[in-house]
């Protein structure tokens, strides 16, 4: 069974900072593109981040740009999300994801490629 399980969530003033963590198990996600995405209280799910299967291309919502940071780490199989600068209206929960087909050439910003997706991590940022 595979599983991606996020952590690194919490509650933080506005101003601070946040690592996420994305570990999948049950299988390796190095030649996958994985991405993350978030869902705020009553409004849709979104795209935050995503990167390419080898790290090489990002890709940003216009609203985290400048302050969030996509990477991986293949060799530890775990994505992160490193969050600077939040704001309050980056409370959400926090997913992230990976895509359905390895080695592809794009970096996707769209939900509907996403095949394997984790439970979600709750960021809280306080005014």
């Known amino acids: 069974q595979v599983q991606l399980v996020e952590s690194g969530g919490g509650l933080v003033q506005a101003g601070g900072s946040l690592r996420l963590s994305c570990a999948p198990s049950?299988?390796?996600?190095?030649?996958?593109?994985m991405g993350w995405f978030r869902q705020a209280p009553g409004k849709e799910r979104e795209f935050v981040a995503a990167?390419?299967?080898?790290?090489?291309?990002?890709a940003y919502a216009e609203s985290v740009k400048g302050r969030f940071t996509i990477s991986r780490d293949n060799a530890k199989n775990t994505l992160y999300l490193q969050m600077n600068s939040l704001k309050p209206e980056d409370t959400a929960v926090y997913y992230c994801?990976?895509?359905?087909?390895?080695?592809?050439?794009?970096?996707?910003?769209?939900?509907?490629?996403?095949?394997?997706w984790g439970q979600g991590t709750q960021v809280t940022v306080s005014s």
């Open positions: 994801a990976a895509d359905s087909h390895p080695y592809s050439v794009t970096v996707s910003v769209n939900q509907e490629t996403y095949n394997y």
């Open positions: 049950g299988r390796t996600f190095s030649a996958y593109g």
């Open positions: 990167i390419k299967w080898g790290g090489t291309s990002t």
